[in-house]
């Protein structure tokens, strides 16, 4: 079985990409609260202290999803609960970068979100979880 677009893949999720070329994410509007859904790349993790953190949120952007994505983070950052779709890239060099692979199967719940000094936001990553289990 082929696998579905990610942009199909987050309107399942009940978070439908704004666009579906430039965004990063979305937000799933629930009936007792909002998930914030984020696009994150496999290669761009770190250990810190005994815990696993992907970049969500690069220093600076030439891409039109930016500004949408800086909404997205600061919402993570105000607690706002949030997930992560890892996705595999192409090619790790290009820019942009295209979508190579990514798991339909679980999200990756965020934890602990921290700027650092050069400007880029990370996310802890918990435990995975089966996308049936998104409430």
């Known amino acids: 079985m082929d696998k579905k677009p990610i942009s199909q893949h987050f309107a399942d999720l009940g978070a439908p990409l704004r666009n579906p070329r430039?965004?990063?994410?979305?937000?799933?509007?629930?009936?007792?609260?909002d998930q914030v859904i984020?696009?994150?790349?496999?290669?761009?993790?770190?250990?810190?202290?005994?815990?696993?953190?992907r970049m969500v949120l690069g220093a600076?952007?030439?891409?039109?999803?930016?500004?949408e994505r800086m909404n997205h983070v600061s919402m993570?950052?105000?607690?706002?609960?949030?997930?992560?779709?890892?996705?595999?890239?192409a090619d790790v060099n290009a820019r942009p970068r295209k979508i190579k692979?990514?798991?339909?199967?679980v999200l990756v719940p965020v934890g602990e979100v921290f700027p650092?000094?050069?400007?880029?936001v990370w996310a802890e990553c918990l435990p995975a979880v089966p996308v049936s289990s998104l409430a």
């Not at 984020?38 to 005994?50: A, F, M, S, T």
């Not at 600076?60 to 500004?67: A, F």
């Not at 650092?116 to 880029?120: L, T, V, Y």
Request: negative net charge; hydrophobic residues 35%.
């Open 22 to 33: 430039n965004s990063w994410g979305a937000v799933r509007h629930g009936a007792h609260e």
């Open 116 to 120: 650092d000094d050069r400007g880029q």
């Open 60 to 67: 600076t952007s030439d891409s039109v999803g930016y500004m």
């Open 101 to 105: 692979d990514y798991s339909p199967l």
């Open 38 to 53: 984020l696009r994150v790349w496999e290669d761009r993790k770190q250990y810190i202290d005994g815990k696993w953190f």
């Open 76 to 89: 993570l950052m105000a607690r706002v609960p949030g997930y992560m779709v890892v996705c595999t890239a």
